[in-house]
Nanobody, 127 residues
Framework: QLQVVESGGGVVQPGGSLRLSCTAS????????IAWFRQAPGRDRELVAC????????LYADSVKGRFTISRDNAKNTVYLQMNSLKSEDTGVYYC????????????????????WGQGTQVTVSS
């Protein structure tokens, strides 16, 4: 069973930055679809950003375009989410999810396409 661990969450003021990390127990970053989701209190889980597969294709939620960047370091088997210009509405628990191809759900990084999830890391944006 693949283990996925997120880290890097914390409390930051509006306009600040955080970088989240996602590391798996096996080598996955070079060919898995890997996604970041988040869930705010009282709201449904939503996609933030993802690699649709092991290539460079990425997707971003409209609400984070231009502020967040997903990247990966295959040598470290780690995927990052750089979050800049943070807003209060970015507050939530951020989850990393991974799954090998193929899946019809990966083209849009639909959560139904992922079977390995981390425990989540809390991000709080508050003054």
């Amino acid at each position: 069973q693949l283990q996925v661990v997120e880290s890097g969450g914390g409390v930051v003021q509006p306009g600040g930055s955080l970088r989240l990390s996602c590391t798996a127990s096996q080598r996955t970053t070079h060919y898995y679809s890997i996604a970041w989701f988040r869930q705010a209190p009282g709201r449904d889980r939503e996609l933030v950003a993802c690699f649709t597969s092991g290539d460079r294709n990425t997707l971003y939620a409209d609400s984070v375009k231009g502020r967040f960047t997903i990247s990966r370091d295959n040598a470290k088997n780690t995927v990052y989410l750089q979050m800049n210009s943070l807003k209060s509405e970015d507050t939530g628990v951020y989850y990393c999810a991974q799954s090998p191809p193929p899946s019809i759900f990966h083209a849009q990084c639909d959560s139904r396409g992922y079977d390995s999830w981390g425990q989540g890391t809390q991000v709080t944006v508050s003054s």
